[in-house]
């Protein structure tokens, strides 16, 4: 029987493979607004129940959150397209964009409870007479999430599968 000893110098080494978790937890975050945030333009009011060309149209935005994270600090983006002006119920002047107020807590796990903007509603003056246009844009312009505070503490349940028992006889005095 012969046995062969090798050179430390003949093995290979392979690197493990590449760690992508931090990787892959940015690319989650930088794509929850559109995976887990629904933006919604709704209870929109022309005068006389079309739009008509320089009226003056009212509308709600909310949002809502599917995913698990809470979102807070969220602010919208609200522009108008198309030649049309938008401005807060609070102001008097048209601009081709608003910042809406800061939201509070959008809380995960809550698709079917949209939180209106705060700033209740907003106007829009409508461009001059054209076919089928898109006339305003609402996008999520910012927002913040303490990441792991709420998969931490909502998903950190009891697990019974992971336990000990301790057995022993038991002697009679």
Known sequence: MTATLSNSSDRTVNPPPPNT?????QNAIESYPQTHLTVEI????PP???????DNVTFKVRVSNSGPLDVDALTLLVKGLNGTTVRKHSATVFTSTITSAVFGRLPAHQPDAPVDTPDDHYHFTAPSARPLADLVDVSIKDWNADVLAHLFNSHSDPDPVA???YSSAVIAN
């Open 48 to 54: 006389g129940g079309t739009v008509n060309e320089n």
């Open 21 to 25: 978790v931090l990787a892959d937890l």
């Open 163 to 165: 336990h000990d028992v």
């Open 42 to 45: 709704y209870d929109v009011n």
